[in-house]
């Protein structure tokens, strides 16, 4: 049986890198998480850290080379650099193919139910993918991992890669010097990942955004932290405002 846990309420969120390892804060879910990542480094995928060690406070994992956190916006800025993503993200969807989590498996975000479940990392933006140059050769933070259809994180992923966003975020938030065409970025990530049916890709942005709202939001009035502060600085009205925006605006996305 499944389950899906309150977080912890500490606000100690800091991570260590030390040479070839990193150290984490350990989570009720990080067993379900290190099992995950070792079935995936069993089929080859050395794009995911390996578990190496686990106690009541702290994961350990490998450090993968490369660059990540802010200079992803950069590194996905030519259309090469998104397709590597797309590629990434659907090769390490299709090695989750046929996994069992262990029993009592524990998940931070909700599962999803519905047709082609794969195991979804469920943030995978540009900062969580580790760069070479413009090339996507990892994936990291899989505290959100959960079943979901394919379209949960190909949803998630093309709002922050499009950007599904407005002109001045675009700009000023995501650093390209001109106002990307959207439409034609999305159609690239599409065909890169590869096999998708055709869907509403404004509504499924829009409605995975909301979906992260109502999450966001069940932490943060359970006094998690920092969903706690994002709600009171109003960060999550933010939110919202940007999925009408992508609803408003859905000729700009294909």
Not at 220 to 235: F, K, S, V
């Amino acid at each position: 049986m499944t389950s899906t846990p309150d977080p912890p309420r500490s606000t100690d969120r800091i991570v260590e890198v030390d040479g070839d390892v990193v150290r984490r804060p350990a989570h009720a879910w990080t067993p379900t998480v290190h099992a995950y990542l070792r079935h995936l480094r069993s089929k080859g995928l050395d794009c995911v850290p390996e578990p190496l060690d686990l106690t009541a406070v702290t994961e350990t994992v490998s450090h993968l080379p490369g660059a990540s956190g802010r200079d992803g916006w950069f590194a996905q800025h030519p259309v090469e650099g998104l397709r590597s993503a797309a590629r990434l993200l659907r090769r390490i969807h299709d090695a989750s193919l046929g996994w069992e989590p262990p029993a009592g498996a524990v998940w931070a975000a909700q599962p999803v139910p519905g047709d082609d479940l794969v195991m979804c990392h469920g943030d995978p933006g540009p900062w969580n993918v580790v760069w070479d140059g413009h090339e996507a050769v990892g994936l990291i933070d899989w505290d959100f991992l959960h079943p979901a259809p394919r379209l949960d994180d190909v949803a998630y992923a093309l709002r922050w890669f499009a950007p599904a966003r407005s002109d001045e975020l675009a700009l000023e938030w995501h650093h390209f010097p001109v106002v990307p065409d959207r439409a034609s970025r999305i159609r690239a990530f599409l065909e890169a990942y590869g096999d998708l049916p055709a869907f509403d890709q404004a509504e499924a942005i829009a409605a995975r955004m909301e979906a992260t709202i109502a999450h966001g939001t069940a932490l943060a009035e359970a006094g998690i932290e920092p969903q706690r502060t994002w709600l009171a600085e109003g960060h999550f009205a933010e939110e919202a405002a940007e999925a009408r925006w992508v609803r408003d605006h859905r000729d700009l996305l294909g």
